[in-house]
């Protein structure tokens, strides 16, 4: 026998005990085709229109704040109909995205309310949420330049008494069922398994800076690392105000500007943590400017 004929004849007795796929029978299961009639959106998001108190908590937006967004984004989400069926409303898009993101269901849940299959939804959820970010990351998260710099650092001397402070800066695990063969790349030793959502917040606590899904193995000080914030911030492209000096101190020189965070970040010249030692008995001056660092988170 041939080696072309012996590979065809094994490739035959191989497939011969897999199982088949089952062929599909419907091109849309029975009821889901209720969606305009039962679903909820026509049905209960129509009603809370109308008797809008409980808009807000189901959203977690008002009626106009989702109007406008829908206004910005409605062309990014748009569908195109086909041959087959009838695409889904820009609205309804939105509607399901919001829906998911502020209740934290499954996306099954999330089909079940809405009448759509699953797999529908997990297309629409990431998509509608790049649409949201791209459209409004310009707008409400905009990358500080050197004189936004230098009012958070007013504000953060105001307010906390911490000269020369650009913002604080830490890291949060966010618990996720672990992606198929990703091993333990997003295992952590405080949760079975995260991604990390780095942030720096100014003086009143509002975001300035985002990065999120980083591996959970990873430290904070790794995280900062590979980030692109952390990045800019290594190689002097973040345009941060030059060192200036201290109030009160102005014989001392200039003194750099810099970001604030705990013991999981490293000792920087833009980047400040405090004295390492809790268990020793540390000089006060140490204590005090310790206590002085920590607030600012």
Known sequence: MRPTLRKVVLIALLGRDQPRRKRRTVWVQRWLKSRKQAGEFPRLIQELRLFGEEF???????????????????????????????????????????????????????????????????????????????????????????????????????????PNCLGSIDGKHVVIQAPPCSGSQFYNYKDPYSVVLLAVVDAIYCFRVVDVGAYGKGSDGGTLRDSAFGQTLQDGTLKIPPPASLPGAEDLGPVPHVFVGDEGFPLRPNLMRPYAGRQLPLPKPVRIFNKRLSRQG
């Open 56 to 162: 807000p908590s189901y959203f977690r937006l008002d009626q106009s704040q989702f109007d406008h967004l829908l206004q910005m984004v409605g062309a990014r989400i748009t569908r195109m109909d086909t041959n087959y069926r009838e695409s889904i409303s820009p609205v309804e898009r939105l509607a399901i995205c919001l829906r998911f993101l502020a209740t934290g269901d499954s996306y099954r849940t999330t089909g079940f309310s809405f009448r759509d299959g699953r797999s529908t939804v997990a297309g629409i959820v990431p998509s509608v949420a790049q649409a949201i970010w791209d459209c409004l990351v310009g707008e409400y998260m905009p990358v500080p330049k050197e004189e936004d710099w230098r009012a958070i650092a007013a504000e953060f001397l105001e307010r906390w008494n911490f």
